[in-house]
């Protein structure tokens, strides 16, 4: 004897295997994406505090706060900005250059290939460990260094204006992942395009611009949104150099510094929720501009 | 294709020096890494440039085990470790299985589900989760951090998944559905034994992101510090700039940390460089 549940069961059997197969995906889509989401939004216009505390409604109050009041919104995002500004497309043209180079069919393409990448899986808090003991104004090497070759030594860690070309001194070594990224697009452009070009006695560079830049522009548009996107969220390799404080005078309070300090040393909880509001719409913006203006400079071929 | 005397002029005065200079470089920061490790607290703070220190002090990486306790933070990062490693190669590779093969009502819809969670920042995550696990109690456990692991919150190994099974030939499973296999059968007998370059990329990642995680242990495991992962051990290390003393103790756990993390690149770089390359190419 079957009950109606197994029968039905039974019948759409084939119907419920896909889903079983996906469910604990399901649970954490809605546990650790959609939930979240929705509860983020409702944070931001709320006091929240401590768990033990009922949250008061504020409507608007947290954003005209973060937009007219809060003098550290605009030092962090702008500390971001500079980041990401200056960072991104060092980075990115960096990892380009070396991938051009090693498409050069050299000897040795595997040992640099790997010399290049190895820095990508050393873990960030050991990047930062190691670049925080190098920076060291006083013992650090990159001073020594500098006194070596007659220079004036720099306090890194120590000045303002300094901070953020650490930072993104220590993020560029790292440039491997999208070294990578960029090889391979490179090792898939036709070689008859090449030697179309070379018949007609085009010089290296103007292939370089005008075959191999173009032809691997999607994935130039595909590291420079990856990069912005994960620039804007640079957290742990500030709060291991810096401090969650950023350093002196902020200069290294990056955004979601500013978040965590709300969220987990002042417990503004409602406050950094609507802090993290922003800058997903500024992501947003960001990314919808970029994806908008891609097809005016990216390349999409018969690929 | 032969190459001209002008380019292999330039390839050797040109390109050759400058990838070795750059390879310099980029090795640099590792080796002044262990040749701190090796110094004593008196060297440590020498204003030279010396890559071989004098003494080499080996038992450095002896005694660091009597001031940190770094068997056990290692064995706290290990659980974040292997729960990483099940959830992705095992429940990713579930789902990714069924988004690839079988067919299911809403199963497109659902598809687009999964690649824009992919697109969601992880920002706006932090602080309603943060409320979510403290609401539940579970702020200063293990829990926050290896639920999602379990469930295979990882929206990426999923589409990776997919995309490599759409490739396996259908003959194969066609062939043991005929011969009564279940599709669970299938996915463990067909699919999986078929799949090793993707199931190692996926597993390469889960272990290093689970090794280097910081925000969320510094969020949930923060004053515990019985719980805390390397990274956080490593991170407590750090002093201030200005008594910087113990730089040889930061760099002898550094290299602890990192060493586990080039041998599963020395070993699994092949799939590594696959499943980056894929993750920038998006199929």
Not at chain 2, 106 to 121: D, G, I, N, W
Request: hydrophobic share 55%.
């Amino acid at each position: 004897m079957l009950t109606g549940m197994q029968r039905y069961l039974h019948r759409h059997r084939a119907k419920w295997v896909g889903f079983a197969f996906i469910l604990p995906w399901i649970l954490s889509a809605l546990w650790f994406d959609l939930i979240p989401f929705v509860t983020n939004l409702y944070l931001s216009f709320t006091d929240y505090s401590v768990s033990t505390s009922t949250p008061d409604w504020l409507g608007f109050e947290n954003y005209r706060e973060i937009l007219e009041i809060d003098p550290l919104f605009t030092k962090s995002l702008g500390n971001t900005v500079y980041y990401l500004v200056l960072g991104v497309p060092i980075r990115l043209v960096v990892a380009f250059a070396i991938a051009v180079l090693l498409n050069l069919r050299i000897h040795a393409l595997g040992t640099f290939r790997t010399i290049f990448y190895i820095p990508s899986v050393v873990p960030l808090v050991a990047v930062s460990i190691i670049f925080f003991g190098m920076f060291n104004a006083r013992y650090g090497i990159f001073n020594q260094l500098l006194i070596l070759l007659d220079l004036p030594p720099v306090r890194w860690l120590t000045r303002p204006e300094w901070i953020k070309p650490a930072m993104i001194i220590m993020s560029t070594w790292g440039f491997g992942a999208q070294m990578v990224i960029f090889l391979a697009g490179l090792q898939g452009i036709p070689s008859e395009l090449y030697e179309a070009a070379e018949m007609d006695g085009g010089s290296y560079w103007h292939q370089l611009f005008r075959i191999t830049i173009p032809m691997v522009s999607p994935v130039i548009f595909f590291n420079l949104i990856i990069g912005i996107i994960g620039g804007f969220q640079v957290f742990a390799s500030a709060y291991v150099l810096l401090g969650p404080g950023g350093g002196p005078l902020n200069a290294g309070l990056f955004y979601v510094l500013h978040i965590y300090n709300n969220a987990f040393s002042y417990f503004r909880l409602g406050y950094a929720a609507a802090l993290s509001v922003v800058l997903f719409l500024i992501i947003l913006f960001f990314t919808v501009i970029m994806v908008r203006t891609s097809d005016r400079w990216v390349y999409y071929g018969d690929t | 294709m032969v190459e001209g005397l002008y380019a292999r002029i330039a390839k050797w005065t040109f390109v050759y020096p400058l990838l070795l200079v750059s390879s310099v470089v980029m090795l640099f920061p590792l080796a002044w890494t262990f040749s701190t490790s090796l110094k004593t607290a008196a060297t440590v703070t020498l204003r030279e440039v010396k890559l071989i220190p004098d003494p080499v002090q080996w038992s450095n990486y002896i005694t660091i085990f009597e001031e940190s306790p770094l068997i056990l933070y290692t064995q706290n990062t290990m659980y974040m470790v292997v729960t990483s490693v099940i959830g992705g190669v095992v429940i990713c590779a579930l789902a990714g299985y069924a988004f690839a093969r079988i067919a299911f009502p809403a199963r497109e819809v659902l598809f687009y589900v999964l690649l824009s969670t992919m697109m969601l920042p992880h920002v706006v995550q932090i602080i309603p989760l943060f409320v979510i696990f403290d609401r539940m109690g579970l702020v200063g456990t293990f829990w926050p951090l290896i639920i999602p692991r379990l469930l295979g919150h990882n929206a990426f190994y999923i589409f990776l998944m997919r995309q490599f099974f759409r490739g396996i030939p259908l003959e194969l499973s066609d062939a043991a559905r005929m011969d009564g296999c279940t599709e669970l059968g299938i996915w463990a007998r067909i699919i999986m034994p078929n799949s090793k370059p993707v199931l190692a990329a996926v597993g390469i990642f889960s272990i290093q992101f689970a090794w280097n995680d910081f925000l969320s242990p510094l969020i949930y495991l923060g004053p515990k510090k019985e719980l805390w992962t390397l990274a956080l051990g490593l991170n407590a290390q750090k002093g201030f700039e200005g008594e910087i003393t113990s730089l040889h103790k930061m760099m002898v756990i550094s290299v602890y940390m990192i060493i586990p993390m080039l041998l599963v690149f020395a070993f699994g770089q092949k799939y590594m460089i696959e499943g980056v390359t894929f993750s920038g190419m998006k199929g």
